[in-house]
C-alpha cells in the first residue's frame, strides 16, 4: 500500500515537474524545426559555422530559439505571437519560447497556423484549407518558392540555393554573348542583354478544381518578346520541381491502366519516398499552346556535401523561332498533387479522368 502511494506520488509530482519546465515538449520536433531550413533560410546560422544536422540542431536549441528565428517553413514563433494575441499577451512579443512550447503542446491541435497572413521578413507563406501544405516564398531567392512542407516533411527546400519550384526558359538570359569562364561563347547562343526585361509570372493556388488530396495549381505565364537570345527552339519550361535526396523512386502514370509504370516522359511523373508516405506528381494537359510535344523530365543532380542527391522533374512546351520583334504571351497550366504515394495516384487518376478528352486522339 505504501509502495503504491509513494509510486503515486511520485508520478504527480514527476507530472507536475514535467508540465512547469516544459520539458516533455521536443523543440526540434519536424512541426518547429528542420535542419536545412534552418541552415539556408538564415544566413547568421551558415556563418556560426553551424552546417550540419547536428550543429543546426545545437545552434537552434542554444541561440536560435530565443532569437525568434524561423527554422521550418511551416511555423515561425515570431509570426505566431503576432498571429494570437492570447499567446502575445502571455508569453510577450519576444516569447519564443514559450510560443514554440504552446504550439506544440496546443496550438497544433487547435488547428492554429505559424505564420503571419501577407508575409514577414522578406518570405511569404500559405497553406490549404486542412493547413496539412505549406508553400512559402521569399524576397532572397527572387520569389521562387524555396519550401513546401507537406504533414510536417520538407519536399522541396532552398539548400545551396538551387531547390526550389520555378519556371524557366531557354535560352537562358544568364548567359551572356561570352561565357565568364573562360572566354568562350556561351552555348545557347548570342545574348546582347544583361537583364530581361518582359515579366515572367506564375499564379499558384492551392488547391486544384474537384480534387480532395493536397495539390498545387501552377499557372506559368511567359512573356517573350525584345531583343531574345538566338534560338532554334524556345523551351518553356512550366515549372521545374528540385526535390530532396528523399524522393528517389521514379515513376509515371499510365492513364490508361490506371497504374504506376516505369518513368516514361509522355506520362505525369511520380516522385515518391523508398518507403511511399511522401510523393509528389505532376499532370499538365498536353493540349496547350507547344510547337512539340510537352513531356515530362526528370535528373538526378549530384551529391554535395551537406545533402543527398536533388531530384528535380519537369514539364517543358516548346515553340519554333518565332519572328524577331513580336510579342508573345504564353499561360500553361500545371497540377501537382502533394500527398502519400497513394494520395498522389488517385489525384493523378482524378485530373486524367477531368481531362480526359486532352488525352485520347
Ligand atoms: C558538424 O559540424 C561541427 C561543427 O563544424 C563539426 O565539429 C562536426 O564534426 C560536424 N559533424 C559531422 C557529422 O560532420
Known amino acids: 500500500m505504501t509502495e503504491f502511494i509513494m509510486n503515486w506520488l511520485f508520478g504527480v509530482l514527476f507530472a507536475v515537474a514535467v508540465s512547469v519546465t516544459g520539458a516533455a515538449v521536443d523543440l526540434t520536433s519536424p512541426a518547429v524545426f528542420n535542419a536545412i531550413f534552418y541552415i539556408t533560410a538564415n544566413v547568421e546560422v551558415w556563418h556560426a559555422g553551424a552546417r550540419n544536422v547536428t550543429s543546426a540542431k545545437y545552434h537552434w536549441l542554444h541561440h536560435g530559439i530565443d532569437e525568434g528565428l524561423q527554422a521550418c517553413g511551416s511555423f515561425h514563433s515570431a509570426q505566431y505571437i503576432r498571429r494570437y494575441s492570447d499567446v502575445e499577451k502571455a508569453h510577450?512579443?519576444?516569447?519564443?519560447r514559450q510560443a514554440i512550447e504552446h504550439y506544440l503542446t496546443t496550438g497544433q491541435h487547435e488547428h492554429r497556423v505559424g505564420?503571419?497572413?501577407?508575409?514577414?521578413?522578406?518570405?511569404?507563406?500559405?497553406?490549404?484549407?486542412?493547413?496539412?501544405?505549406?508553400?512559402?516564398?521569399?524576397?532572397?531567392?527572387?520569389?521562387?518558392?524555396d519550401s513546401l512542407v507537406w504533414n510536417n516533411h520538407e519536399f522541396i527546400n532552398s539548400i545551396d540555393h538551387g531547390r526550389e519550384l520555378q519556371m524557366a526558359v531557354?535560352?537562358?538570359?544568364?548567359?551572356?554573348?561570352?561565357?565568364?569562364?573562360?572566354e568562350k561563347p556561351c552555348p545557347g547562343g548570342m545574348n546582347t542583354e544583361n537583364t530581361y526585361r518582359h515579366p515572367f509570372s506564375k499564379k499558384v493556388t492551392l488547391e486544384c478544381p474537384g480534387i480532395s488530396q493536397s495539390c498545387l495549381h501552377f499557372r506559368s505565364t511567359f512573356t517573350i518578346a525584345g531583343v531574345f537570345p538566338h534560338y532554334t527552339m524556345l523551351q518553356m519550361v512550366a515549372?521545374?520541381?528540385?526535390?530532396?535526396?528523399?524522393?528517389?523512386?521514379w515513376r509515371s502514370y499510365d492513364y490508361s491502366s490506371g497504374h504506376l509504370v516505369a518513368y516514361h516522359t509522355k506520362m505525369p511523373v511520380v516522385l515518391s519516398s523508398p518507403d511511399k508516405h511522401f510523393a509528389m506528381g505532376v499532370f499538365a494537359s498536353p493540349k496547350q499552346d507547344t510547337d512539340e510535344d510537352m513531356y515530362y523530365g526528370r535528373f538526378v543532380l549530384s551529391k554535395d556535401k551537406i545533402t543527398a542527391d536533388t531530384n528535380k522533374w519537369n514539364v517543358v512546351f516548346r515553340k519554333h523561332t518565332l519572328p524577331a520583334g513580336t510579342t508573345h504571351v504564353f499561360n500553361y497550366d500545371t497540377y501537382i498533387c502533394v500527398g502519400t504515394l497513394n494520395d498522389v495516384t488517385a489525384c493523378l487518376k482524378k485530373l486524367t479522368q477531368a481531362h480526359h478528352a486532352d488525352l485520347v486522339g
Open 92 to 96: 510577450g512579443l519576444h516569447g519564443y
Open 115 to 145: 505564420y503571419l497572413e501577407g508575409g514577414y521578413g522578406g518570405r511569404w507563406t500559405v497553406s490549404d484549407a486542412h493547413h496539412k501544405l505549406f508553400v512559402s516564398a521569399s524576397a532572397r531567392m527572387g520569389a521562387a518558392i
Open 170 to 182: 531557354w535560352p537562358a538570359f544568364w548567359f551572356r554573348a561570352v561565357n565568364y569562364i573562360g
Open 239 to 249: 515549372p521545374a520541381g528540385y526535390l530532396t535526396g528523399d524522393f528517389t523512386v
